[in-house]
């Protein structure tokens, strides 16, 4: 198969063919359709990431069908339509037990502990656990979308900040992540503040539901966000995962408000001082976010399937498996607006 490899952390990947991969007796073997190209991917390829073995091939926000099934699978059949969680849970442990595959003890990560969806193929570990139907309508390059941004950013806003309607929310960061969170919690009937520093995506937080948008190299974000909110949001996310981001989403809630903390911070940022004067004295809630279940995506499939959520608006440019390494390389430019997604193979 072709595949995008890197055999050295920050050196350029290369497009090769490889040997194809075959299931394992609990997994599947998926043809990629389509993959979108994420941070995490530019994290791991610049070394940030324990797990990875070199030589490797990045990728894990993937829908596809399926190709090849191991000899234990039940629920899943060649030819099915599916997408599945940048986590798989093992099966085993006790948070995948609790139904918390999130945090799995053992956790498989497509293009983290083993080779990902940089590929025409990709091999998926338990697959009658993680992987998730999708529905005919969808197109592949929007479900792609769905298995990190989308998905971690549905956990973020729903299940760990538990957004409701009136509330006010700041999205630090308008990348992928940042601008699902801006529709989700929208969806939810909150009043969505959207922080970046690029006019463009902050014109796109605004048509997908931004009550207000802050340029946060023009303005004191934190006291910029208490002025609209008259007294600062309830509920409060990092969507990009820096210091700066993290600081300012901490300090523009109000008593008792929640910081979620969604963007990855690693490598130099790995331990930021935190504003614990701010966190103690206003009860303020620290909640990491990573990830979503498998099992929790029906929830956000029906609101896509009812109208309430469009992610396909979330996908920016379309480019072949080709332009791949350019494309993860230059990833801390922050260059393209919405998901940049490999669609040719």
Known sequence: MKAVLFEKFQEAPKLVTVEDPSPEAHGVVLRVRATGVCRSDWHGWMGHDSDIELP?????????????????VVNWKVGDKVTVPFICGCGSCSECHAGQQQVCLHQEQPGFTHWGSFAEYVGIHQ??????????SMDFATAASLGCRFATSFRAVIDQGKVSAGQWVAVHGCGGVGLSAVMIAAAAGANVIG???????LALA?????????????ADVPEAIREITRGGAHVSLDALGHPVTMTNSILCLRPRGKHIQVGLMLGEHAAPAVPMPKIVGQEIE??????MQAH????MLDMVASGKLDPAR?????ISLADAPE?????DKFRSVGATVITRF
């Open 195 to 201: 922080v970046d520093l690029d006019p463009a995506k």
């Open 296 to 299: 929790r995506y029906g929830a």
């Open 56 to 72: 490797h091939v990045p990728g894990h926000e993937l829908a596809g069908v399926v190709e090849a099934v191991g000899k234990d």
């Open 127 to 136: 697959a009658d656990l993680n992987l998730v139907a999708l529905p005919e």
């Open 327 to 331: 494309a993860l390389m230059n990833m």
């Open 206 to 218: 605004r048509e997908l539901g931004a009550v207000a948008v802050i340029n946060g190299g023009e």
């Open 286 to 291: 620290l909640l990491g976010s990573h990830g």
């Open 314 to 318: 979330l996908v920016g440019d379309r």
